[in-house]
């Protein structure tokens, strides 16, 4: 009998299934960080695709700091504040009107937890940190996507040679489906990530970020159950010889 997921030794199955275990508590936690880096984007809790367009695209009508003011920051300065920072902003975020009438205001409502004190915060109390957030938005920057993007290629293509390699021992998937599912991480990955520099250039591509993604965690589901369903449903329901021949394996 050729080597498969039901018959493989207890102690691979062991391993094979820890692996993934793992693997699918890593995706569950890479969802819910999603959805703290991108989901607060347009200051609205949840994921959508106007988040999406925000962190690649970025609201090129506005600055950060603006469209922070009318988001998320909202609650921390009162509406007359935030209405002279943006108008500050608007008329080109100039240092000397800063000295004068806008640093008292970040000073008492922004460095509070603007101060540098608090991790991945920018710090308010440096003039270079305001003035930066006052240009409209850019989205992504260049430096940042080829980051991201080379650090999901590597990691996600070694998560995926793994995953596929289990899923490859299943004796019950067509073999075309297999195949398939097999391929398919590769091709949604080089998709999601094509997809992210696309929508830097044009909004509409955002959508094709959501595909990708969408079509990256189908293939991880698929390939996830059907490589536990081989290893420990399966089995259970072979006749007793075969069950016998696989356990004086192990
Ligand atoms: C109670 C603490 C708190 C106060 C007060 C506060 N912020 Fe924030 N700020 C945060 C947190 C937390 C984040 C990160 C989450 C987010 O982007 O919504 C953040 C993020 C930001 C960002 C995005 C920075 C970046 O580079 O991603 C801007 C801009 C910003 N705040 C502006 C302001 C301004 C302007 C004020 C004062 C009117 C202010 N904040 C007051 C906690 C605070």
Redesign the pocket.
């Known amino acids: 009998m050729p080597i498969n997921l039901s018959n493989l030794g207890f102690s691979v199955k062991l391993l094979f299934s820890g692996y993934l275990m793992a693997i699918a508590i890593g995706y569950g936690m890479a969802l819910v960080q999603i959805l703290f880096t991108h989901g ?1 984007a347009d200051g609205k809790f949840g994921l959508s695709i106007e988040d999406i367009v925000y962190s690649y695209y970025g609201n090129r009508s506005g600055s ?2 603006e469209s ?2 009318n988001g ?2 909202k609650a ?2 009162s509406e007359t504040d935030r209405f002279k ?1 943006i108008q500050w902003v608007r008329d080109g975020a100039d240092q000397a009107e800063y000295d004068i009438s806008i640093k008292p205001l ?1 000073e008492a ?2 460095l ?3 101060n540098g004190s608090m991790g991945g ?2 710090d308010f109390s440096k003039f270079e940190a305001i003035k930066e ?1 006052a240009q409209s938005d850019q989205g992504a920057t260049f430096a940042s996507l080829i980051r991201v993007s080379h650090i999901h290629l590597f990691g996600i293509a070694f998560i995926f040679m793994f995953v596929g390699g289990i899923f490859s021992l299943t004796s019950g998937v067509p073999m075309k489906l297999k195949c398939a599912a097999i391929i398919m991480p590769y091709v949604f990955l080089l998709l999601d990530i094509t997809s992210w520099w696309l929508t830097k250039l044009n909004a509409h591509f955002a959508l094709l970020v959501v595909a990708a993604g969408g079509g990256l965690a189908m293939a991880f589901v698929f390939m996830w159950v059907a490589s536990m369903y081989e290893m420990w449903v399966l089995p259970r329901r072979l006749p007793f010889s075969d069950r016998r021949d696989a356990l004086r394996r192990s």
């Open positions: 607060m950060m700091l922070k003011l998320s920051m921390n300065a920072i970040f409502d922004c509070p937890c603007h915060l920018p957030r």
